[in-house]
């Protein structure tokens, strides 16, 4: 099956089509039925979705008041995924990572959401999601990407608000990540008929591409001052 299935116009996969709830492929199976001509035999299949949903609920900023970017806003200016597979088979497996956005070859804009009208150093609070198929490579992990307009000193004039990029790979275990509902994974992983709820919290300067993971991570500094190296008496006598 493809991903284009769950676009408005299912199977057609339009580039400019938008994903819908209705629209799930799902998957169910039953066995041990015996059937008998001119009897009525009932089956029960419970279906399951082949798709896992990825939604972003909440971006807030954070600058330390103190530290570098004291001064500093940032915008969304979009969210969308990367590594996204677009097929799946009967194991529920899936493959063939495709991307939404302006980065790479291959653009999907059902996995693209433009986000207007956000204020700098505001919440966003409207939830943003799109469905894809399993992933569980090591290699391309799936990705949701915040876009955004990043000034390193707001209002100031020393520097210039450029495009910066916040990469978060679904159901990775790392730093400065809290995962539950369930146990993530070193490198990250997607599975089916799962919900991935995401918030983001942004206290610095993001990459400038969609390439590049930030992984954050926490650094201890013990200060410690040595002892004198040396101790020279000096006594003067003047007559």
């Known amino acids: 099956m493809l ?5 408005k116009a299912a199977g057609a ?7 819908k709830a209705n629209n799930l492929p799902m998957l169910g199976s039953t066995t041990g039925k015996d059937f008998t001509a001119g009897t009525e035999t009932e089956a029960e299949i419970a279906l399951s979705r082949l798709v896992a949903r990825v939604s972003i609920s909440s971006v807030k900023t954070a600058f330390d008041a103190a530290g570098q970017f004291k001064d500093a806003t940032f915008k969304v200016d979009a969210v969308y995924l990367k590594n996204a597979n677009s097929s799946v088979n009967m194991k529920k497996e899936g493959s063939v990572p495709i991307n939404g956005g302006h980065e790479g070859a291959v653009v999907t804009k059902y996995l693209y959401e433009a986000v207007t009208g956000h204020t700098a150093n505001t919440e966003l609070k409207t939830p943003y999601y799109f469905y894809t198929f399993p992933n569980v490579s090591e290699d391309n992990p799936t990705r949701l990407i915040i876009k ?6 707001g209002a100031g004039s020393a520097s210039t608000a450029v495009t910066r990029y916040y990469p978060i790979v679904i159901n990775k275990k790392q730093a400065n990540t809290t995962i539950s509902g369930g146990s993530g994974t070193d490198k990250g992983s997607i599975a089916a008929n799962t919900r991935y709820v995401l918030t983001a919290v942004i206290k610095g300067e993001g990459a400038a591409d969609d390439k590049t993971d930030i992984d954050p991570a926490t650094l201890q500094l013990t200060v ?7 101790t020279i008496r000096q006594d003067v006598t003047f007559e």
């Open 148 to 153: 955004g307009t990043f000034d390193a000193d």
């Open 13 to 19: 996969g339009a580039a400019t089509d938008t994903q």
């Open 224 to 230: 410690t001052v040595a002892d004198w190296a040396l």
């Open 3 to 7: 991903l284009s299935e769950t676009t």
